[in-house]
């Protein structure tokens, strides 16, 4: 089995850049850091280009008695496990996945809960919202332009694998927005805007949307004047507004049937 | 005006260290970074022992207009508003805050709607939850042993502000648990299992509190047997769990009345 000791090793550069979005989509892959993520993307069968795995978590039991034998595996020194991972102490094992194609232009959606996010930036954030989702027994996320990519570390790490549970689409929005009107699906904007209709007074669907805006500007104009209605949350303390995480979450546990 | 300009400067060392919680105790104090939050201490007349500004926010009409006459003022240079921040681009105006004394022996709580943090370890999902019980109306939040410390910059930077606006207590939860139960306040758990009470299936109270658990491990044994029910979110996906934060939202905003 190959192993690779020096973080200077052309290989581990080129892993090294998964972290960046002209790497991933060079290399077509993401790279996952850790036992529980890696978990989840054999059990969905998903495509595993490579594991590296530090000599002390290979003969770890849970590692063993884990089928991994359609994954190439490569053995790497605790230093390079450092060196690849964004967390202090790694556990020792990386998965680099293949990214999957996307279906990017609209297609028939036959139904289905869909979260839409309209340039929302933090990365913590996104991932918490693409994991409420899954819970939340939503089909998937589509990710408008200006959202930030779906396969940073950061991202990565805060979707917990539910990646490989539910659709994850980066695409236009609008034109997203005018399939679900054809297909007759309600969708909801949200607004920090007591004029917007409350929450809780619109009833559960099974097939929708709701669209989550900018953690500082909220939605876009463009695409507000899109919905079908547009929800607000009412506040009743004096917080300014919600975490748009937290938003999201009461948004899709409240309207999902 | 006393201006500042090294990073060496023995002020500056001791500002610094209000970073840790060795600091804030000795000093008694918390420091703000951001307009933001210095607005929100202002507004709320919240004891400000020193305002520290560079010379080029000291200008801004926003900092001109505002009535700071009560606060000694400070000029810092750019270098040591980097070195006092924990952001990349710091705005350069920071607080320093007077700790308020805490009530933490349980005594009469009138009601109230309230918030327990039982063991939470991430200072964004505290000040996030600190941020959202501020939204949803909520008395305040009783931070229970084994839980970050409240005034921690990333816990502060996620609060928004909203230590201003609720009561934030340190204290044992059993004591407080306790004193709800005399004064007939339901006092809800939550589990990560399906045999407790689906959460959407027990009204809605102007008194009572919510128990939110630690990250990994949920909440302790100890806890879990004193409260009055224990309160299940039904997972719809495949994901595990949903972010601690996010959890705490959706109970607080379908229980508050």
Redesign the interface.
Known sequence: MKVIRSVQNKQVKEWKKLSTKKGRKKQNAYLLDGWHLVKEALAARSEIKLLLVTEDFKYRAEFEEMNTQNSEEIIISEEVAKHLSETPSPQGIFGVIALKKEQSTPVSLQGGAWLMLDSVQDP?NIG?MV????????TGVIFGVGTADVYQPKVVR?M???QF??KLITASLSEWIQQMHKENMPVFGTELNPAAKPYDEVGKYRDFAIVMGNEGNGMSEEILSTTTTNLY?P?????????V??????LM??L?R
Do not use: C, Y
């Open positions: 913590g918490t994991r409420t989702a899954d819970a939340a027994g939503f805060a917990q694998g539910s549970h539910i949350i506040i009743k303390g004096h917080a300014e507004s919600l975490n995480a937290v938003a999201a979450g009461i546990f409240q999902k």
